[in-house]
């Protein structure tokens, strides 16, 4: 069991650094959200400019609330409604600091028992990076 | 020691599938590569892309052959360099495939005792994402 135990321990530490540095390197808007209640797991500095805010302020806060006028639950719900029907062309709310449009490209997806939403975000009307694959083109 | 167990391998499959979910979802070019073999770990499709050929194929490739000219180890080396010295300025190779030009902004990690460069490729000379910050601008 201890062999069992350090190599799980070496292949998390491998994945966890893995996953830190890629957040942490790619310029792409990204935020982690937990489906069950509704609340930033992760997100990368670029995500957190677009929210107007800081990384550290923003893990843990309830995602619904950096926009105007969403419901934690209806919010969440049209996420991962967009993320199964891969259509998320009209998914675009307003940030509550500024005002301003984002686009959210969602992906649900399950780890350790829970669902959690993978959001690619953009501005919307931008140079938008959620869409219908032109984010590629550039 | 079973708790134990469990929860690193929950642990280790909640990094690993937002790992996953990440490389796939951003649209910057991202490849991993060993410093202690020179092979690629891992690759998105974009990277594949800039490389002219597809994910499945360029896994545990050695990277240097990708280029024209590149020796393995000096290549390797090259970049580590690169990374320590945060000086990627006049860092471009030509693809073996389709002689692009091709930047590079690598970072070094320390994973599983083992050295990873995680590098983000950009077209040199063109929208670039490698560089001095310019690419958070757009």
């Known amino acids: 069991a201890q062999m ?9 530490r491998e994945f966890d650094a893995r996953y830190r ?3 942490r ?4 808007p990204v935020v982690f959200v937990s489906v069950s209640d509704g609340r930033i ?15 550290e302020d923003l893990v843990g806060a309830i995602f619904a609330n950096e926009f105007t006028n969403r419901g934690r639950e209806e919010f969440v719900e ?3 409604n967009a993320a ?4 998320a062309d009209d998914l675009v709310a307003e940030t509550r600091r500024d005002q301003s ?31 219908d694959g032109a984010q590629a083109v550039r």
Chains 1, 2 share one sequence.
């Open 4 to 12: 069992s135990l350090e190599q799980g321990y070496e292949a998390r």
């Open 84 to 87: 199964i029907s891969e259509n």
């Open 25 to 28: 390197t790619v310029a792409d």
């Open 101 to 131: 449009e984002i686009s959210f490209e969602p992906q649900v997806f399950r780890a350790s028992g829970e669902r959690v939403l993978i959001l690619r975000l953009g501005r919307h009307g931008g140079s938008a990076t959620a869409g």
């Open 21 to 23: 540095l890629l957040l």
């Open 78 to 80: 049209m996420l991962v």
């Open 41 to 55: 797991k992760d997100l990368n500095d670029p995500a957190a400019t677009l929210l107007g805010s800081s990384r």
